[in-house]
């Protein structure tokens, strides 16, 4: 029996899975886990449950339509093979920055650690394509987190990064982000919201609303209620903040595609998306985050602020971006 590569957990009874984290789920306890207390060869953990009748892997859209989980396919060696400390600090000058709440939060080497849950992630073996990737989610999440203003030291691309959480909602008055029941039900777990919990945006997403916690915290746990009962957990570490905005990126919300998919052109569009202007690339991930009140519609500052993170970035890793697909202002949103 060989040893673990990973650090034993406090609960014998639990295995740390590939991610890092442990429980006693089928999604801690398989053939990948990194620490078990019967070791990590020779098959599973006798400590494993029982395999669950309940995929661990649906999402919820903002509907609560079901979606497929993220892909795991990969042809690379990862982003932490060539997207070095030097590029995230050229990316992100002001990150640690006094007056941003992301202060000393946001790291590479977390950044880095989230992208191995995501193995097809900027990770096709494509090196240029996967620095387009790497810099359109980084480039959009800026937008999300941004400290920028038009002014602003180095410019307004020079803040991403810069909060944690949705700026406002720091006192735990944000309670609108609640659906109410149990919103999960058709993918088989249950999502409703806690008692005294609050579900604003967290983390380089701004993930939000209790069936997106939910739905996340199935996926990377195996149990929709740890972030249920601890949404707070997406603004307490790093690594968990960068999953939850990658699970977003690659993961479909019917009918809309991943945006993994959209940017890669792993998606292509049918022809009724064609006829209402639906085309693979940057413009696309910005309809599948906010389309309804930023596309199909004149480029207002939110787009243009998405699109120059994106080709800052870009610039930074020394490729060069599709001009033709930077814009949403012809697509048609999908509400």
Not at 30 to 44: Q, V
Not at 73 to 84: E, K, L, P, V
Not at 132 to 153: K, M, N, V, Y
Not at 247 to 270: E, I, N, R, V, Y
Request: hydrophobic share 30%; proline share 5%; glycine share 12%.
């Amino acid at each position: 029996m060989s040893s673990c590569s990973g650090d034993r957990c406090d609960d014998a009874s639990h295995c740390r899975s590939k991610w890092g984290y442990c429980g006693a789920s089928t999604a801690h306890c398989n053939a990948e886990s990194t620490w078990k207390a019967a070791g990590c060869s020779g098959g599973e953990s006798t400590t494993a449950p029982p395999a669950s009748t309940t995929s661990s892997s649906a999402s919820t859209s903002a509907q609560g339509s079901p979606t497929p989980a993220p892909s795991s396919g990969t042809s690379g060696n990862g982003i932490g093979s060539w997207f070095t400390q030097a590029d995230f600090d050229a990316f992100f000058p002001n990150i640690n920055n006094a007056a941003c709440t992301g202060a000393n939060f946001f790291t590479h080497g977390a950044l880095v650690q989230a992208a191995s849950a995501f193995p097809s992630f900027a990770n096709s073996g494509d090196v240029e394509e996967d620095k387009l990737e790497l810099a359109a989610f980084l480039g959009q999440t800026s937008h999300e987190t941004t400290g920028g203003w038009a002014t602003a030291p180095g410019g307004p691309q020079a803040w991403g990064y810069c909060f944690v959480g949705e700026v406002g909602c720091e006192t735990g008055s944000c309670t609108q982000y609640c659906a109410a029941g149990n919103p999960c039900a058709p993918q088989g777990f249950d999502c409703t919201c806690a008692t005294g919990q609050t579900y604003q945006g967290r983390g380089p997403v701004q993930l939000s609303w209790n069936y997106n916690y939910g739905a996340f915290s199935q996926y990377i746990f195996g149990d929709a209620s740890v972030l249920i009962n601890d949404p707070s957990r997406v603004a307490t570490n790093a690594t968990l903040a960068y999953q939850a905005g990658l699970w977003f990126w690659m993961t479909p919300q019917l009918p809309k595609p991943s945006c993994h998919d959209a940017m890669t052109g792993a998606w292509q569009p049918t022809a009724a998306d064609s006829s209402l202007g639906r085309v693979p690339g940057y413009g696309m991930t910005t309809n599948i985050i906010n389309g309804g009140l930023e596309c199909d519609m004149a480029t207002n500052a939110k787009v243009v602020d998405r699109v120059e993170y994106y080709k800052r970035y870009a610039g930074v890793l020394n490729v060069a971006v599709d001009e033709a697909t930077l814009y949403c202002d012809q697509m048609r949103s999908y509400r």
